[in-house]
């Protein structure tokens, strides 16, 4: 009586992930086609592998000896197919991506564009989208989002390890205004209001030794794009609440002011994530190495993360 390698892995990521739908997303089929491919190979081996309930799935004392023992047959395929794929040419084919348009203008230089000049036989399909999206489900390979953002059943790769978010204004603007020195500050200014992928506008997060502020800041103009509320605060309309990296550049040149610093406490930066598979295709194992080796000291890293942990565009 043989179990088929696919069936063993669906057992394994199921014990490992706690429960069907994880290890569905991860081996890129479906709840339903999962839970039935189990409950056949179970009804073969004559053994119950696990213990079901609405809520919850763990292994029964037979199905734990049972990972037990196909996991290190499983281990070995998988060193075998790394030796093989390491052995092949170089990568080539599509790889596909999806990533906010903020952190897309983020890693297309020089990440995306440095991927692109190693690999010629690679192509890249980067697919932005302003809400959180399922990759397994729409077929992409892997993403970008900030860490708090990704999915817990995901592998995640640091980009960009730290960000904050800092208030700017224009030279201009603050020639007629005094410089907020508190959040409730803001109310006095114009703001260029964030509208969110939900639709809701952003309310400022600020704090500083353990005191949290949350500040619905008034203005003349929402926006639900990071580059154009740059492009307002530049132009002198008021003021903006952007990732440092994003405004490094024009802070550094002088055409924009930092505000209330102290109260922008760093937050975990951009993640590459993709599914938890153990079999990573060469193409994408490409990208993250050089992800890793941009981190470490290579060629510069990428220089603008685009939101908050709250701000989802």
Known sequence: MKASLSELEAVAAIARLGGFRAAARELGVSSSSLSHAVLALEARLNVRLFNRTTRSVALTTAGEAFVAEILPALAAIDGAVERATESQARPSGMLRLNTSPGAAKMVLRPLLIEYLRRYPEMALE???????????????????????????????????????????GSPDYFRERAVPLLPGDLRQHACIRARMASGRIYHWEFSRRGE????????????????LMLQAALGGVGLAYLSDHHVRDDVEAGRLVPVLEEWTPPYDGLCLYFPGRRHVPAKLRA???????????????????????????
């Open 126 to 168: 980067v697919a932005t989208d302003n809400a959180l999206v399922d990759i397994v489900a729409l077929g992409f390979d892997a993403g970008f989002r900030l860490a708090e953002a990704v999915p817990p059943d995901m592998v995640a790769v640091p980009v960009v390890p730290q960000s904050r978010m800092i208030v700017v």
């Open 212 to 227: 949290s502020v949350e500040i619905d800041a008034p203005g003349p103009l929402i926006l639900d794009d990071s580059e």
């Open 287 to 313: 990208l993250i190495d050089l992800v890793r080796e941009l981190r470490s000291g290579g060629p510069r890293a990428p220089a603008h993360t685009p939101h908050s942990p709250a701000l989802k565009f």
